[in-house]
């Protein structure tokens, strides 16, 4: 079945580091990939997108790579904010749009000033 | 700005109550989703909807949860009878027709079964 594997957190980080944060994934055909940012007391909200291989999705200075030769889709950003702190979710789809998610476990990320 | 909205935000209950969980999708949207949040399994689908009609309800235990769309402005997921294991953060979603891939999710009811 389809899955999604992304790095354990939380990761804390330093206000302008720079944040990586991985996702590889494991889907039958072309699946579209996803991040999802969670911020504390709120529900899931899309950071990102990307639905064909090559994509590069970016939001917000976050940028993803739907990498099909490596099934991986890793969250970066050249210079976080505190504002940044929250949980972030991979996830893809397999079919097309407005069909159920499979995410991964979240990363939480906190970033200090 | 069009939200999702659910009642209630947080919900503790005894072992054994009815619980019931109410969902308004955004105006429009058509395809509505549940999924629940716990530490150990993360986020996962437990049904979703389109038109009003379910599409998949298998990650649902049957013989105790059940979801229906009374009308296209509202979703209820409801348990009968609760258990602890129940307790949870239970997500609504919603979305448009088959080419739009954004979920707009609710901001959970947290259920906590004693």
């Known amino acids: 079945g389809n899955s999604v594997t992304q790095m354990e957190g939380p990761v804390t980080l330093s206000e302008e580091a720079f944040l990586t944060i991985n996702c590889t994934y494991t889907a039958t055909g072309y699946p579209s990939l996803f991040w999802y940012v969670q911020y504390p007391g709120e529900g899931l909200q899309l950071l990102l997108k990307a639905t064909k291989a090559d994509d590069k999705g970016s939001n917000k200075g976050f940028e993803a790579t739907y990498r099909k030769e490596t099934t991986s889709f890793h969250l970066e950003k050249g210079s976080v904010q505190v504002s940044d702190s929250a949980v972030y979710f991979c996830?893809?789809?397999?079919?097309?749009?407005?069909?159920?998610?499979?995410f991964g476990k979240g990363t939480r990320l906190s970033v200090i000033a | 700005d069009a939200r999702v909205t659910q009642t209630p935000r947080h919900k503790v209950t005894e072992m054994g109550q009815e619980v019931t969980m109410r969902c308004q999708p955004i105006?429009?949207?058509?395809?509505v989703f549940w999924y629940r949040q716990t530490m150990m399994q993360g986020l996962e689908l437990l049904a979703y909807f389109r038109n009003r009609a379910p599409l998949d309800d298998s990650g649902m235990p049957k013989d105790r949860f059940s979801a229906e769309m009374p009308d296209a402005t509202l979703a209820t997921l409801k348990i009968q009878p609760s258990e602890p294991r129940d307790s949870a953060v239970y997500f609504c979603?919603?979305?448009?027709?088959?080419?739009?891939?954004?979920?707009?999710f609710g901001p959970g009811t947290r259920l906590t079964v004693t």
């Open positions: 996830a893809l789809t397999s079919n097309s749009g407005n069909t159920p998610l499979v």
């Open positions: 979603a919603s979305g448009w027709g088959t080419e739009s891939y954004e979920q707009y």
């Open positions: 105006l429009g949207h058509n395809t």
